[in-house]
Structures are given as C-alpha cells and as structure tokens.
C-alpha cells in the first residue's frame, strides 16, 4: 500500500539439503553453478564466457505442497547478480540483509514470473533472465542494471500466500458500538467494515477480531497481510489487497509503513485479524495522501489480517 501503506496461511518451510555442482551444458541451460543447502547462502560460479541470450530456469529442488499461481505472494531467500561480457556483480542478497525477500507475482519482470512459477515451498530455483526478459532495452539504472546486463537468481521459496489467504484462528466477537463493525469476508473484495455515525477517537485503536495462533510478529520482521483500509468520514474503501487480488508484503517496526501499522503490529500473533482505527497524527498526517485522495485530517479504519511472519 501507499506510504505506499508506505508497501505480504503461513506454509512450513522445509529445510532441505541439495547440490548442484556443476554448470549445465546447452544455450538454454542457467549457465552457472550452484553450490549450498536450502536456506542458506549459494555460492554461485559464474564462466568466463558472456551469457546465453536465451532465457533459462533451473528447478534444483521441488519443494512440497500447492505450487505458486499468478497473484500469490512468494516469500523466498534470494541473492540476484548481473552478468555481462565484463563480469558479474552481486545487486541484492536476502542473506545479507537477514530477511527474505517478497515477490508478488504478476507484477515481476517476465523472467522472475517464469522462474516463479508452479515454484513450491522448500525448493530452489536458478533463472538466468537475459535483458528481454528482464528489465528490457534501457535497463533500470536505479537497481544497478545496464542494457546489456543478464540478471542470475538463486531463489528458496519459503512461504507461499494465496490470493484468498485470510487470518485462521479462534473468532473474538466486537461489541463496541463506538467502533466500525466488520463483516464476513466475501470473495474478492474482503471484510465488509460499517463505520458508525459518531465522531473518530482520537488515539490509536487496536481490537482483535480473530486471536491466531501463530508466534508473535518482531520488530523487522517481512509480513505478509491482506488488509481493507476505509475512511472513517465516509465508510468508503480506498485500498484493499483482497480487491486488487494480491496479498501484501512490509517490513514492520521501521519506518516503511505508516506509524499506526507499525505501533499496532508489532506483538500480535500470526493468523490474527485485527481492527485498527488510525488518526492522522499516525497515518499520512497533515498532508495526507492525495492519491489515495486521503486528507490530512482523516481517521482511517484498516481491518489486517496477519498471514505470516518471515
């Protein structure tokens, strides 16, 4: 969501050991090789030749469960190289930062889409991504990407989330009448959320609509969510990741969503599903959000389900 809200049923990971210890042959092969267990660090080999112009994805490991699908949020460790006729050079490593990376699918480059998917929890993948199926002809200068760059991922798929996932655990009835009322949630547009005819409060609500069972979320922990946010003045939606069909990835506790998010988020548990009520001083504050036609003095009423905790 806009900050973005700044903007992803938890699956079990398996932890399973592999090797991959040589480079395939053929200009459809990924080109490199691959050295390392499951969920941790890949040493990745690159040769001296410039890459194929073809791109190729490698499936070292199958993993288990419901295989990735178009709009499923994939939750996964990763390191990302690009790789020309004068070398490689390491852009990004989840290892590095000490947390994995989020990919919704149907909004990735071509290459990552096909490497992603029919993806399984516990595998990994290898996808060489030649500039055509990457970030095309121009490249992208703000992530280090020339022209003539071919991407290489290694990727171990950690958690899969479905369009429909929705928090899973024991119902806490509300019975608030100073509080929004929220609904059952219906097939592609999520809880309905009635808010009362009364004046906004003006500090910070949290309630618990649904008390999962899963740990509770750390400060700098990747989410993944689904959530409906509504004005208070009106009860009219103006985001909702059940509308758009994409479950929703932020890191929590620093910075990247607004204050409300990350003071109410922090301590719950995963499977939950909670009712914020957001002032503006927490929200988007004085100047608001034009593009989400947010106001510097409106109250925002999110109703958030808490998928999984990475």
């Known amino acids: 969501m806009r900050r973005r809200l700044s903007v992803l049923p938890a699956a079990v990971v398996l932890a399973v ?10 200009a459809d092969d990924v080109e490199v090789a691959v050295k390392g267990d499951f969920g941790s660090r890949p040493d990745v080999v690159f040769p001296k030749e410039a890459p194929g112009k073809e791109l190729a994805v490698k499936r070292v490991t199958d993993g288990a469960g419901v295989r990735a699908r178009k709009g499923d949020l994939v939750v996964a460790d990763y390191v990302g190289y690009r790789w020309s006729k004068d070398g490689s050079k390491l852009l990004a490593s989840s290892f590095i930062a000490g947390r994995p990376g989020a990919f919704p699918t149907g909004r990735l480059v071509p290459g990552l889409e096909k490497a992603l998917e029919g993806a399984r929890v516990g595998g990994r993948v290898v996808a060489k991504i030649p500039p ?16 003539d760059d071919t991407l290489v991922y290694v990727l171990d ?7 429909t996932a929705q928090a899973q655990g024991r119902r806490q009835p509300l019975e608030d009448p100073r509080l929004p009322k929220v609904g059952e949630v219906q097939a592609g547009a999520g809880p309905s959320v009635t808010v009362p005819k009364a004046a906004a409060p003006k500090g910070l609500q949290v309630r618990t609509l649904v008390q999962g069972q899963g740990a509770a979320v750390g400060k700098g922990q990747l989410l993944a969510l689904q959530y409906v946010g509504v004005f208070w ?15 929703y990835a932020a890191t929590i506790g620093t910075g990247q969503v607004m204050k409300g998010w990350d003071q109410a988020l922090v301590g719950q548990k995963v499977g939950s599903r ?29 109703v958030v389900d808490v998928l999984g905790a990475h």
């Open 157 to 163: 798929v950690r958690a899969i989330y479905a369009r």
């Open 274 to 302: 909670l009712l914020l009520v957001v002032p503006p001083s927490l929200g988007y504050g004085a100047k608001g959000l034009a593009q989400a036609k947010i106001k510097g003095d409106d109250t925002l009423v999110f």
């Open 233 to 247: 003045r009106d009860g009219k939606v103006f985001e909702s990741s059940w509308r758009t069909g994409r479950p």
């Open 132 to 147: 055509k199926d990457g970030y095309g002809a121009k490249g992208a200068a703000q992530r280090q990407v020339g022209r």
């Open 17 to 26: 050991p592999l090797l991959l210890t040589g480079a395939c042959s053929g």
